[in-house]
């Protein structure tokens, strides 16, 4: 079982750079697909980005694709976000997911451990 809590959100100017941390506990940590997801109010969580297992491939949502970086550090347990160029439709609460497995997802059905999310919020 893995535990996952999220840091590193906060207020930022439009154009704005933030880094999200998710620290997971767990021995296995390496072996689980992390992901990042968001949900805005009124609308349905949606994917950010995913880090396939230890050294695995990565994917984006097509909406932060080019500004948005995710990758990990096993020896930490901990996997990022780095948001560049921040706009105000980025405002949302991001959420951190884990499933053991080694294949891609963006269904949130998919992904049993969840932390408790951090407030991003962007201003225009």
């Known amino acids: 079982q893995v535990q996952l809590v999220e840091s590193g959100g906060g207020l930022v100017q439009a154009g704005g750079s933030l880094r999200l941390s998710c620290a997971a506990s767990?021995?296995?940590?390496?072996?689980?697909?992390v992901a990042w997801f968001r949900q805005a109010p009124g609308k349905e969580r949606e994917f950010v980005a995913t880090?396939?297992?230890?050294?695995?491939?990565?994917y984006y949502a097509d909406s932060v694709k080019g500004r948005f970086t995710i990758s990990r550090d096993n020896a930490k347990n901990t996997v990022f976000l780095r948001m560049n160029s921040l706009k105000p439709e980025d405002t949302a609460v991001y959420y951190c997911?884990?499933?053991?497995?080694?294949?891609?997802?963006?269904?949130?059905?998919?992904?049993?451990?969840w932390g408790q999310g951090t407030q991003v919020t962007v201003s225009s």
């Open positions: 880090h396939i297992m230890s050294g695995g491939n990565t």
């Open positions: 767990g021995r296995t940590f390496s072996t689980y697909t």
């Open positions: 997911a884990a499933f053991q497995s080694s294949y891609y997802t963006s269904n949130p059905r998919s992904y049993p451990y």
